[in-house]
Antibody, heavy 121, light 110 residues
Framework: EVQLLESGGALVQPGGSLRLSCAAS????????MSWVRQAPGKGLDWVSA????????YFADSVKGRFTISRDNSKNTLYLQMNGLRVEDTAVYYC??????????????WGRGTLVTVSS | QSVLTQSPSASGTPGQRVTISCSGS????????VNWYQQLPGTAPKLLIY???QRPSGVPDRFSGSKSGTSASLVISGLQSEDEADYYC???????????FGGGTKVTVL
């Protein structure tokens, strides 16, 4: 059974940093692209970042480019999101999502339950 | 404002057919595949339709998807009370070079 378990969400002040983790199990982690998708309170889904399975190419939404970095440790089956320069508008539930095949597009076949990041003074 | 445009809401009585549209452009829906997600209240999103019209295992066949030009549609044939949820379309955008989601459509079962 595929499981994705996010952690690391917290209350942080504007300008602060946070690192989210996503522990994966139930599939060959190294074979799939992984993404972070967020959802602000009462709002829709907002794709944040992705990292390919092979080559480690990374992608970012314009809203987080230059502030967030994504990485993965295939030996630990874990995905990370390092968030720096946090803004109030980054407040959201952050979901980890598994790519649906070996490539990468908007196909996410499994999602975690999410971790809440609150940016406030 | 989302690059992919969805109507904010849709509704129907049990058994009715409901259509949710997702309007984009050549750089996203016009060129790339579309995926649909269902988000029940208080839960994480779930893949509902992938690659325009494919259903993952376990998704009822009353859900179907299609694409024409720069628009895509999700149809719920035979609406049921458990279908009350938010529905999102998603696609890769070649110009933005990232994934975009529609703003979501809230489906209410009357």
């Amino acid at each position: 059974e595929v499981q994705l378990l996010e952690s690391g969400g917290a209350l942080v002040q504007p300008g602060g940093s946070l690192r989210l983790s996503c522990a994966a199990s139930g599939f060959t982690f190294s074979n799939y692209a992984m993404s972070w998708v967020r959802q602000a309170p009462g709002k829709g889904l907002d794709w944040v970042s992705a990292i390919r399975a092979i080559g480690g190419d990374t992608y970012f939404a314009d809203s987080v480019k230059g502030r967030f970095t994504i990485s993965r440790d295939n030996s630990k089956n874990t995905l990370y999101l390092q968030m720096n320069g946090l803004r109030v508008e980054d407040t959201a539930v952050y979901y980890c999502a598994k790519g649906g095949y070996s490539g990468f597009d908007s196909h996410f076949d499994y999602w975690g339950r999410g971790t809440l990041v609150t940016v406030s003074s | 404002q989302s690059v992919l445009t969805q109507s904010p809401s849709a509704s129907g009585t049990p058994g009715q057919r409901v259509t949710i549209s997702c309007s984009g452009s050549r750089s996203n829906i016009g060129t790339n595949t579309v995926n649909w997600y269902q988000q029940l209240p208080g839960t994480a999103p779930k893949l509902l339709i992938y690659t325009i019209n494919q259903r993952p295992s376990g998704v009822p066949d009353r859900f179907s998807g299609s694409k024409s030009g720069t628009s895509a549609s999700l149809v719920i044939s035979g609406l049921q009370s458990e279908d009350e949820a938010d529905y999102y379309c998603a696609a890769w955008d070649d110009s933005l070079t990232y994934v975009i989601f529609g703003g979501g459509t809230k489906v209410t079962v009357l």
